[in-house]
């Protein structure tokens, strides 16, 4: 599954405002060290680490396309490849920054508590996941074609299940290990501009596994027929913008001292 920094960054103001939100909700903090946890093409990180100018920082992703699209003008921040899941860093962090990635992974009753886990006594774990809904108009078009003739025997067991929890799982599986928590979602209602822009939304995220295991003339029918669905749920207003609302969890802890 290849990952594009360029389709990334077409909506890349929408895509970044929850990230600033999850900074801006972080606890008064002095950290050492930082991580974050699928940093993509790095533009969070080198915010943190201007925020926090006596840190090292540690941008971790599993894309090596997003990873050759960072800044590398920071000396202080080390890039990178690896997989949340296999991470396990020599010496406890103070802030560990995760925006739209840890949804990729599955198993959260145990990841979530391993990353806390890994935090030295004070620190922060600050993370942001899309609320996976696979009732979600555009995920439950996505999910339906792809159950579909011709589609289904080559894309059968390529769409990830729901992995994101409801809140009250996370409280209860951090509890134990967090000083502090707070827990909330919010539901963004993004303006996007352009053809067909739920389609290109998807393209860098939720249709990857499609994109990556169809080819040519049956790739380019399911793309069709998959905007063509798009157009009927989220049709432009009369300004010729699409309104998308789009839910996300946020998640803040601090590990006991």
């Not at 991580?35 to 100018?53: F, I, M, N």
């Not at 080390?78 to 899941?85: E, F, R, V």
């Not at 069709?224 to 969890?249: I, K, M, N, Q, V």
Request: aromatic letters at 8%.
């Amino acid at each position: 599954m290849a990952w594009d920094p360029r389709q990334y960054d077409l909506f890349q103001a929408a895509r970044a405002r929850p990230g600033h939100d999850l900074m801006a909700a972080l606890p008064p903090v002095r950290p050492a060290r930082i991580v974050d946890l699928g940093c993509g093409s790095g533009r969070l990180t080198v915010e943190l680490a201007a925020r926090h100018p006596g840190a090292s920082v540690v941008g971790l992703d599993n894309s090596p396309e997003m990873l050759a699209d960072a800044p590398q003008a920071d000396g202080r921040i080390a890039w990178q490849p690896g997989d949340i899941a296999a991470w396990n860093p020599a010496d406890p962090v103070d802030l560990i920054f995760s925006n739209a990635a840890l949804h990729w992974l599955d198993d959260h009753a145990t990841l979530f508590p391993r990353l806390v886990a890994r935090l030295a006594p004070g620190g922060v774990l600050a993370v942001q996941m899309p609320v996976t809904d696979p009732e979600a108009p555009f995920r439950a078009l996505l999910h339906r074609l792809a159950g579909q003739p011709p589609w289904a025997a080559r894309l059968a067991g390529r769409l990830r299940p729901d992995a994101v929890r409801p809140p009250a799982a996370y409280h209860r599986w951090l509890a134990p290990l967090a000083a502090r928590m707070d827990i909330w979602t919010t539901e963004y209602l993004h303006v996007l501009d352009g053809p067909d822009p739920v389609l290109e939304w998807t393209r860098a995220t939720a249709l990857l596994p499609v994109t990556g295991t169809l080819e040519g003339a049956e790739r380019e029918a399911f793309l069709a027929a998959y905007a063509e669905g798009l157009r009927a749920l989220y049709p432009p207003d009369a300004d010729g913008r699409t309104l998308f609302p789009f839910r996300r969890l946020f998640i803040v802890a601090t590990a006991r001292g």
